[in-house]
């Protein structure tokens, strides 16, 4: 089976046909094989299913394609275990039909005249971050995917009620936000790569806009679900350990939303203790721990493109952009001042109508792109003539 070409769902469920067990244990047990799998942690090293042997070497994408699959099957099968799995598919496809009607980016495909197990395929392949941009399989990989658990939980939802799932969605993602937050917050030392989480992450959520200037808190008595608590839990303990370490504060953070989350104190330590082991295992293998501190060298990886990107495109830059006389104004405002909300987004929204008339610069345009214009912004004075800091001087 190869889960990158097309017909990989109905051989796999022919597969599972055969593993009748594959799905009987309980949602804990569940739960507890998906996290050790490490989908939960955004970089699956291995399936919860154990698949056939096979001479294919399986990606982290296809491997986190296989699981995302299994979560949603095993949720269906929980409820529906009477039904066959072909049905789980016409129920998957249907549950992300109606997440497209005000989803942002919707499936267009879902129109076509193609059989659910193709159109389940398509969906699966653009939720997963298979992209060789740099941008998002080093930034976005690690929120983004790290999110995907919340369609599996959303899926149980409207399997139970049948009712718009979209209000479900916003009031978990506000929630999600304000673990995430908070588990900053919990920072001994905060980075300025920590932003950058919170940038990829205003950018991975659907249906909540998240503001960045704004504090976020989250209320633990507005889940009873068991997968929910063990879902946010975990994602409390990735986020504080993205420097690769944990001070006291942050532990007692993490307990203190277990507590809130009516979790036992067990079940807190069995969750960091296993996601410490498993990036511990395997760090080698993860794209994002490939260095000792991979946010730092991320963002200095970053720092390093845009500038080269900066400095080869340097005159026709320095063209557009002194014709655009209102943005150099905002630009040099911005040296010595805080733009108000409307300002910066005349300045991204005449940036990014710059970089596309430069087709070196397309990377900013692309999705997720936007998080590296405030490092375009820093090189960008250094272009401009000296009457451009004459001018900042004389404000």
Known sequence: MNPSASGWIKKYLRYLDKEQAHFSFSETTFYQQLRASGFIYANSIKTVSPLQKTNLKYTTEELTKINMFDSLLYIFTSQHPELPLEKAVEEIVLFYTQIEKKSASPFTFLKLKISPEEKLEKILQERI??????IK?????????????????????FLRKKEDIHIYLQEFENMVAGVVYQSFTAKKEKTKYDNLILQVLKSSFR?????????????????????EKYYLIDLACVTVYSDEKIEKEEVDFIK???????????????????MRAFFTEFKNQITYFQHSNALNNLYKNSNRMVKLLVLRNKN???????????????????????????????????????CKSIPSLAIFIMPGGSVLLPILIKFIPQLLPSAFNENRLED
């Open 207 to 227: 249906f909540h806009k998240l503001d960045l200037d704004k504090e976020y808190h989250y209320d633990a008595q507005l889940t009873n679900d068991l997968l």
């Open 137 to 157: 399989k080093n930034f976005s990989h690690l929120i983004t995917n790290a999110l995907l658990f919340i369609d599996v939980l959303a899926f149980q939802e």
């Open 129 to 134: 971050q298979i992209n060789n941009s740099i």
């Open 316 to 354: 026709r830059l320095i063209r557009e952009l002194l014709e655009s006389k209102e943005l150099v104004v905002l630009l040099s405002k911005s040296t010595h001042k805080n733009l108000t909300d409307e300002e910066r987004m005349k300045v991204k929204n005449q940036l990014l109508d710059i």
């Open 256 to 274: 203190k939303l277990g507590n809130q989350l009516g979790l036992e104190n067990s079940i807190i330590d069995t969750s960091l203790v296993e």
